[in-house]
């Protein structure tokens, strides 16, 4: 395991630096991860959650559905130092998490694999509908369709662009941090496979992940990485 100040060095001195990014980034900014024992899944008290938050649940128990996708949803979160530095140091961005907190922060080459809930619309006549009007109603006030988030449900297909944009950033990258998961999600895991083989890959995590090659790891909290930078 390396330290703090080993991992920042190895960031700054990227030339094509890739992050990859979980639920771990956004914590510090207040937002629950999914699945530890703070996270959404354990407070919600449900036995299914991958079933409230699919494409199946949304046409056919709306009312469950709206009312668990509701508590990802948290306005008032700003971007923290990770956020923030990943932002100053230009570079690209793909990640997992749907609370938009790196756009806002800055980050210009930001992949939303799973898309964002910054982003709602009408699956009924197609409309743009803010998320704020989201959270007052799920149905649109024009035509009295469905209304939902731009994320991917978990029985949905990842955009093909954003595929396609992460593989051509992975394969020119000098440096892949990952950071902030537990990088068992797939395909968004998978990525990985197509990167440079040249690649100095990084690992930023609480827990150790489950990589064959990892040039160097830093175990513990993200944020002391990166108020070093």
Known sequence: MNTATEIAALLKSAQHLVFMTGAGVSTPSGIPDYRSMDGIYTKSGLKAPEYLLSHRAMQNDTAAFYQFIKQIYHPEAQPNVIHRVMAKLD???????????HKKAGSKNTIEFHGTIDQCHCEKCGATVTSSDFLKSYLHENCGGIVRPNVVLYDESIDQENIEQALTALKRADVIAIVGTSFK???????????????????????????????????GDASEVFELI
């Open 91 to 101: 570079a690209t961005v793909i990640t997992q998490n749907i609370d938009g907190l």
């Open 185 to 219: 999600v797939y395909p968004f895991a998978s990525l990985i496979d197509y990167a440079n083989p040249q690649a100095k890959i990084i690992a930023i995590n609480r827990e150790p992940i489950a990589l064959p090659e990892v040039f160097a790891s830093f175990i």
